[in-house]
């Protein structure tokens, strides 16, 4: 664990010096995630930065390797390489791979400079009048699949004209950097919207965030660098993680890992955008050209039918295992997490850690950090407060 610096302010001071008390308060910051490129794209189930690094702060120290194994939107990633560490981060999703990817990748100045003309010049003439013959070739037809109804077909036409110049931009990062600009907005004017948005709408948005994303970045790539922070990212099964070529060629061992596992008979959509009445569609995978075949009970680790979640508990271990292959003896695990049936799951859970080679870090006289999600649609609102709309902190150390 680190020595923190103590501050003059005594509360201050004593919270960095307590583990347990700087968990809890960064757990319950019910702000807005912001800051770096955190908002660069609204991952589902995605914890706050300031758990993130807290956590990085209290259980690590400058150039220690952390791993995010199911790292989603890639906060343990950002936060850890601000903090100076090495970090890999993994997921099964070649989605989420793509966001942090776009997140921590950084551009050249003449990238730079490619996208903002983009978005200056080119983003403002995007039109559904827009021929068809020329945005055919950017329309993949699985991968729009209810985008035709009437809220969404202005817009599905308006983002291929947008994909279709994006291909103008250099190769390689700054069309990427686009299309998560493009990912942004159509998530921010399909997902889940009761009210269809206009072409001129998504223009306007479009033009506006993709120039405060640049900057955004710029601010990241420069402290990163400043501060030694470095990224590996991985798209494959967090199970064999200790066969990927990085730990082959690499002999420094793992730290401490801060996630969010998938949650025991909680369905997320991690892989769908809801449109035109909670229709799924998996255009997320349309304008980020990655490959999507796989259904929502393989991100989620089994069926949120299955009544006893047993092939989630058996996925959980596999994947619990691979990661303790990777850790040195002593790392920690800081992982936040629910059930849909917490009192039957939660033990089970624990169990799993236990066999897969953990122990749970007991706090002298304090229950663990139990909170309520804010603001999470895919919790069935319409059920009430629900339990898995209650995460609670788990902390581990690898023996």
Same mark, same amino acid.
């Given at each position: 664990?680190?020595?923190?610096?103590?501050?003059?302010?005594?509360?201050?001071?004593?919270?960095?010096?307590?583990?347990? /008390?700087?968990?809890?308060? /960064?757990?319950? $910051?019910?702000?807005?995630?912001?800051?770096?490129?955190?908002?660069?794209?609204?991952?589902?189930?995605?914890?706050?930065?300031?758990?993130?690094?807290?956590? &990085?702060?209290?259980?690590?120290?400058?150039?220690?390797? &952390?791993?995010?194994?199911?790292?989603?939107?890639?906060?343990?990633?950002?936060?850890?390489?601000?903090?100076?560490?090495?970090?890999?981060?993994?997921?099964?999703?070649?989605?989420? !791979?793509?966001?942090?990817? !776009?997140? #921590?990748?950084?551009?050249?100045?003449?990238?730079?400079?490619?996208?903002?003309?983009?978005?200056?010049? #080119? !983003?403002?003439?995007?039109?559904?009048?827009?021929?068809?013959?020329?945005?055919?070739?950017?329309?993949?037809?699985?991968?729009?699949?209810?985008?035709?109804?009437?809220?969404?077909?202005?817009?599905?036409?308006? &983002?291929?004209?947008?994909?279709?110049?994006?291909?103008?931009?250099?190769?390689?990062?700054?069309?990427?950097?686009?299309?998560?600009?493009?990912?942004?907005?159509?998530?921010?004017?399909?997902?889940?919207?009761?009210?269809?948005?206009?072409?001129?709408?998504?223009?306007?948005?479009?033009?506006?965030?993709?120039?405060?994303? +640049?900057?955004?970045?710029?601010?990241?790539?420069?402290?990163?660098?400043?501060?030694?922070?470095?990224?590996?990212?991985?798209?494959?099964?967090?199970?064999? +993680?200790?066969?990927?070529?990085?730990?082959?060629?690499?002999?420094?061992?793992?730290?401490?890992?801060?996630?969010?596992?998938?949650?025991?008979?909680?369905?997320? +959509?991690?892989?769908?955008?809801? !449109?035109?009445?909670?229709?799924?569609?998996?255009?997320?995978?349309? &304008?980020?050209?990655?490959?999507?075949?796989?259904?929502?009970?393989?991100?989620?680790?089994?069926?949120?039918?299955?009544?006893?979640?047993?092939?989630?508990?058996?996925?959980?271990?596999?994947?619990?295992?691979?990661?303790?292959?990777?850790?040195? $003896?002593?790392?920690?695990?800081?992982?936040?997490?629910?059930?849909?049936?917490? $009192?039957?799951?939660?033990?089970?859970?624990?169990?799993?850690?236990?066999?897969?080679?953990?122990?749970?870090?007991?706090?002298?006289?304090?229950?663990?950090?139990?909170?309520?999600?804010?603001?999470?649609?895919?919790?069935? #609102?319409?059920?009430?407060?629900?339990?898995?709309a209650c995460e609670v902190v788990l902390v581990h150390r690898a023996v």
């Amino acid at each position: 664990m680190t020595t923190n610096h103590v501050e003059s302010n005594g509360v201050r001071a004593a919270q960095l010096l307590d583990p347990f /008390a700087t968990l809890t308060d /960064a757990a319950l $910051d019910r702000a807005p995630i912001c800051g770096w490129t955190h908002d660069f794209y609204r991952y589902p189930a995605r914890f706050s930065p300031s758990f993130a690094r807290a956590a &990085i702060e209290q259980f690590s120290s400058p150039g220690d390797l &952390i791993v995010d194994p199911y790292m989603g939107g890639g906060t343990t990633v950002v936060e850890g390489m601000v903090a100076g560490r090495d970090v890999l981060g993994n997921d099964l999703n070649a989605l989420a !791979v793509f966001i942090t990817r !776009v997140k #921590t990748g950084g551009l050249s100045p003449r990238e730079a400079s490619a996208v903002r003309v983009w978005a200056e010049r #080119t !983003v403002p003439t995007l039109s559904y009048a827009t021929p068809n013959d020329l945005v055919a070739p950017f329309i993949d037809t699985a991968k729009t699949k209810n985008l035709s109804a009437y809220r969404a077909r202005f817009l599905k036409k308006t &983002i291929a004209a947008a994909l279709a110049t994006i291909a103008d931009l250099p190769l390689g990062r700054a069309q990427m950097f686009a299309q998560c600009a493009v990912l942004r907005v159509g998530q921010w004017a399909l997902d889940g919207k009761k009210k269809p948005t206009s072409p001129s709408e998504f223009r306007s948005r479009l033009g506006r965030l993709t120039v405060e994303m +640049l900057s955004s970045l710029t601010r990241f790539s420069t402290t990163a660098r400043r501060h030694g922070g470095r990224a590996t990212l991985l798209n494959m099964d967090a199970a064999v +993680l200790d066969q990927a070529a990085f730990f082959r060629h690499n002999k420094k061992r793992v730290s401490l890992v801060v996630t969010s596992p998938p949650y025991a008979g909680v369905h997320v +959509l991690y892989h769908r955008w809801q !449109v035109d009445g909670r229709r799924e569609t998996p255009a997320p995978y349309w &304008i980020t050209g990655c490959k999507d075949g796989q259904g929502a009970s393989y991100y989620n680790f089994g069926d949120r039918r299955q009544a006893n979640a047993d092939r989630y508990f058996d996925m959980s271990l596999r994947t619990l295992c691979g990661i303790r292959n990777v850790l040195r $003896d002593g790392a920690h695990v800081v992982q936040m997490v629910a059930f849909s049936r917490p $009192d039957e799951q939660l033990p089970r859970y624990l169990h799993n850690m236990y066999l897969a080679g953990f122990s749970e870090v007991s706090w002298a006289g304090k229950d663990r950090i139990w909170r309520q999600v804010p603001n999470r649609k895919w919790h069935a #609102t319409f059920f009430g407060r629900t339990n898995a709309a209650c995460e609670v902190v788990l902390v581990h150390r690898a023996v």
